[in-house]
């Protein structure tokens, strides 16, 4: 990777980028056309370089990763989002699951022996998981393990679960953080401008109604993450208006942790007609993610998602977190054609693709605690790790 001052003395380097390059360098904050300047002329050494310095300066060469497993309660659901490969409708049930609250607790039971310190709880929508379910399982797990992080539903879920109680977003956040829910994923951020939105992603709540649960669990001193869905029908301006979004309520609240963007994959879905986006575009989207969200402490990628090869080229392109697991949740993703097929890395393999690339991994908790420093940490090949790493859906 070039260092930024390479990159800025080049003779290449247009004026109106070098100028927004000097901006970052100065601390100060690029507007929404220069975010769009950088994805329509940014070179992908321009792009990586900025961001990797933000990122050294940042994080230095620590890279995060935790252990958590993920708990699906159903797969089908009553939205049709045109993306996903996942969810079987109601007229499909019977390709689908609906677990019971007592299966949802054998499988918290299953991990009671293993070193996890976060369950992670999305799945589809559907009329018998209501508020009393969702506070009565978040009980339940408190009761049964209370040192487990209870990461758990999207906005998507809430806006159903509280139209359908009749409680505000606000009461209802209340009412989850009582039952014993810690943070909110990132997920059914998708797009938020409403001309994508309700192509892709029409009937569930719109963009502004994720903002405003996410505003509303904010206000609870608590903390969440945010996605996005990219590379399919969208145009760059649609990205830069979903990324001043976020970055206008990280303003305002600073609930925010993380910011993941995710690919969109075209397998088994009703856009298998739109083609995926290139590496040097998932690396482009990274990149300006991690300049133009000046506010935000992370950014992370999943390798099940991205690939392994690809991840490992993005922590040099303003990536400082790539999540881990010891359970198999990638089916999602391998379900719209994530390339990276293998179920599982070690520990060990984990780690290593982090150090190969001259950064360290630092495993933490949900709120990036640190649990172990691995950065000195020699293996036998797979001494006293049971379990296996790998990435959950949407963070």
């Not at 393990?145 to 806006?159: G, I, M, N």
């Not at 300049?291 to 402490?297: G, S, V, W």
């Amino acid at each position: 990777m070039n260092s930024i001052q390479t990159i800025l003395n080049s003779p290449r380097l247009n004026k109106e980028l070098k100028a927004v390059a000097e901006k970052v360098l100065r601390k100060e904050r690029i507007s929404s056309e220069e975010g769009i300047l950088l994805f329509e002329k940014g070179e992908l050494g321009f792009l990586g370089a900025l961001a990797n310095h933000i990122r050294n300066e940042r994080h230095g060469d620590k890279t995060y990763f935790n252990r958590n497993f993920h708990l699906e309660p159903t797969n089908v659901c009553l939205y049709t989002c045109t993306f996903c490969s996942y969810s079987r409708l109601i007229k499909k049930r019977s390709e689908g699951w609906e677990y019971t609250m007592e299966e949802m607790m054998d499988i918290i039971k299953k991990y009671d022996d293993e070193p996890v310190t976060e369950v992670h709880i999305v799945g589809g929508v559907l009329p018998q998981y209501d508020l009393k379910f969702y506070t009565d399982l978040f009980r339940a797990i408190k009761a049964h393990r209370p040192d487990l992080h209870v990461k758990a539903l999207t906005p998507v879920e809430y806006h159903y679960i509280f139209k359908k109680g009749k409680v505000s977003y606000a009461e209802g956040m209340k009412l989850m953080k009582e039952a014993g829910l810690d943070s909110m994923p990132g997920g059914g951020a998708e797009i938020f401008h409403p001309e994508i939105r309700d192509q892709i992603a029409g009937g569930k709540c719109s963009g502004q109604q994720w903002l405003d649960i996410h505003e509303e669990w904010h206000k609870l001193g608590m903390r969440s993450n945010a996605t996005m869905l990219y590379g399919h029908i969208e145009k760059y301006w649609h990205r830069i208006d979903h990324l001043d979004k976020l970055r206008d309520l990280q303003d305002k609240t600073g609930g925010f942790q993380t910011f993941i963007p995710l690919k969109f994959r075209n397998q088994n879905n009703q856009m298998s007609d739109v083609p995926e986006s290139t590496v040097i575009e998932d690396l482009k989207m990274y990149a300006v993610a991690r300049i133009y969200l000046d506010n935000f402490d992370h950014v992370k990628a999943y390798w099940p998602m991205i690939g392994r090869n690809t991840a490992q080229m993005l922590l040099g392109f303003g990536v400082d977190d790539i999540d881990g697991t010891i359970d198999d949740t990638t089916k999602i993703y391998s379900m719209a054609g994530a390339e990276e097929q293998t179920p599982a890395m070690s520990t060990r393999e984990l780690v290593n693709l982090i150090k190969n690339v001259g950064r360290k991994p630092i495993e933490r908790d949900t709120l990036y605690n640190v649990v172990q420093d691995y950065t000195d940490v020699e293996f036998e090949e797979d001494k006293q790790f049971r379990g296996y790493v790998s990435l959950p859906v949407v963070n």
